[in-house]
């Protein structure tokens, strides 16, 4: 059962009075499959001709006081059924200006309740209906009439059937004027302190929250985020036959070609599938290649493989970040700590950070990183450095993982992806000039930095130049292009992002060219470039 329908009155105005009112009129008009109940509350209404045949709402309301009528015909309106489909068919989606820049940008997905009837089916029973003799009613006290129905309700508790025909009785009874709904309401509500609820909730679903905030369970693991259990190769590599895979892979690397170098690693990973080197390179290398998902599979092969690979763990942090999954992130940069021989002696033995929640394990991880910062003032370490800001990223302290990676390039003034994490992390913090600035000093050092190549776009989005953004996008899709020659069916063989191509769209959508949009969704590359001016 949907928890709206508990909690939340249709269109925001109507009342419980309604709501009873739409479930009756709702389930009056099921005349198929009657059940036991039904013959005897329709046996009980024909013997009495004053009852009507179904809820008359009028009725009701001439038995009110004046005041409760007034206020219900001023402020309640009955939804028609369409109106009541359409609350539960149609759905907002937030929708942002542009995609914001992070190691790489993140979509967000709707998610769809399914809906289900507010009332199920009975099943049959064969209690039998006793009616109360409304003279002799109005001779019993109140206290009495309480004592007996509880003493009724608890002799029959567990029937379903019953419950059902004590609410169609209940429903006669204030047709009738003899009860007002909202003194009963307010006296059930009376009942129970809101203290008492909550605890008894806490209760009733511990277990289920236990199970949200496990890394381990379902909800949050990495198959729900999207990330397999083993690496998907692409078909038909040519260079599966060439035994020097590996090494052409790092001569493309080193010459820009970030989608080339994918496909050697690739090979190499099926040549030689026990070794820590190549999965390490094939993992970073499609971190570059805008390819996350990939890559956290190939980076935990590796450090399988090989737990002393200590750049790895940073990579794979980051790339666990950009897929939102923050908890998986903090937990490979405690086995950073683990396997890294300067600081595995400051990681307490008796703790398990697999049981924290995602605070608790924010807290302890930046904690120990802090003092491993601390541990030697004089000298910078990069790697610390670049860790800390990964997790003020996490965390969205954005100044904060600035001045980390400024002290990390300090030291490592070469290594593209700490500037590309500058970069980042500026734009996130609304500083886009100086965040193209640090795009550029990474794409000097490799000019095939795919991700780095599309950070800059996205920067020249929010700076609303989008022909700029266009033309950087384009780019990056024709270097990932480059890779279709070493297919065996290159017409039929895509090895562009997805997220790039959303994205060029959606500049063009920006500046009007809704007939050029039309060639991103045939992903007609020579004519975008051609209109684009991109010489490639």
């Not at 009975?122 to 007996?148: C, R, T």
């Not at 399988?304 to 790339?319: C, H, K, N, S, V």
């Not at 003020?392 to 490592?412: E, G, L, P, R």
Request: hydrophobic residues 40%; contains cysteine.
């Amino acid at each position: 059962m949907s928890l709206n329908k508990l909690v939340g009155g249709d269109c925001g105005g109507n009342n419980a009075l309604v709501q009873l009112t739409n479930i009756v009129n709702r389930d009056a008009s099921i005349t198929q499959n009657l059940s036991q109940s039904d013959r005897f509350v329709n046996e009980f209404m024909a013997q009495n001709s004053q009852a009507p045949q179904t809820f008359n709402m009028n009725a009701l309301l001439n038995n009110m006081p004046e005041v409760e009528k007034s206020n219900i015909s001023k402020t309640t309106q009955l939804p028609s059924t369409s109106n009541i489909s359409n609350i539960h068919t149609q759905r907002s989606v937030p929708w942002q200006a542009g995609p914001s820049t992070s190691f790489m940008s993140a979509s967000m997905l709707p998610f769809n309740m399914p809906y289900q009837p507010l009332l199920q089916p009975q099943p049959s029973s064969n209690v039998q209906i006793q009616y109360v003799n409304e003279a002799d009613l109005q001779k019993i006290s109140d206290n009495d009439v309480k004592a007996k129905a509880q003493e009724y309700v608890s002799s029959v508790q567990e029937d379903d059937e019953l419950a059902y025909n004590q609410f169609m009785s209940f429903m006669k009874r204030i047709s009738a004027g003899e009860l007002n709904l909202g003194e009963t309401l307010e006296g059930e509500e009376k009942q129970m302190s809101k203290d008492e609820i909550v605890e008894e909730m806490a209760e009733k679903f511990k277990d289920e929250w236990a199970k949200l905030s496990d890394v381990n369970d379902d909800w949050n693991s990495e198959i729900a985020n999207g990330i397999a259990k083993e690496y998907s190769f692409t078909e038909g590599n040519v260079m599966l036959e060439n035994k020097s895979a590996l090494e052409i892979g790092k001569e493309k690397l080193k010459m820009g070609d970030i989608p080339g170098a994918v496909l050697c690693f690739e090979a190499a990973a099926q040549q030689q599938p026990d070794s820590a080197e190549v999965w390490f390179l094939l993992g970073t290398t499609q971190a570059e290649n805008e390819q996350d998902p990939l890559a956290i599979i190939a980076l935990k092969k590796s450090l399988e493989l090989d737990p002393r690979q200590l750049e790895g763990y940073i990579t794979l942090a980051a790339a666990y970040t950009n897929e939102n999954m923050g908890k998986y992130a903090y937990l490979t940069l405690l086995d950073w700590l683990k396997a890294s021989p300067k600081y595995s002696d400051m990681f307490p033995q008796d703790i398990n950070p697999q049981k924290m929640n995602l605070k608790e394990l924010e807290a302890y991880v930046t904690s120990l990183y802090l003092k491993a910062a601390q541990m030697n003032p004089a000298q910078i370490d990069p790697d610390v450095q670049n860790a800390l800001g990964v997790i003020f990223n996490i965390n969205q302290q954005y100044d904060k993982a600035v001045d980390c990676f400024k002290a990390a390039i300090m030291v490592s003034s070469d290594n593209a992806k700490l500037w590309n994490r500058l970069g980042a992390t500026l734009a996130n913090s609304d500083r886009s000039e100086e965040a193209v600035e640090a795009y550029h000093e990474a794409l000097n050092l490799e000019p095939g930095f795919i991700r780095a190549r599309y950070n800059v776009g996205i920067t020249c989005m929010n700076l609303s130049a989008h022909k700029q953004a266009a033309e950087h996008f384009l780019v990056a899709l024709n270097q990932q292009y480059k890779a279709k020659s070493m297919h065996p069916n290159a017409s039929n063989t895509d090895t562009s992002s997805s997220t790039i191509w959303t994205t060029l769209r959606m500049v063009c959508s920006f500046m009007g060219e809704h007939d050029v949009a039309k060639l991103v969704d045939e992903r007609n590359l020579s004519e975008l470039n051609k209109f684009f001016e991109v010489d490639y």
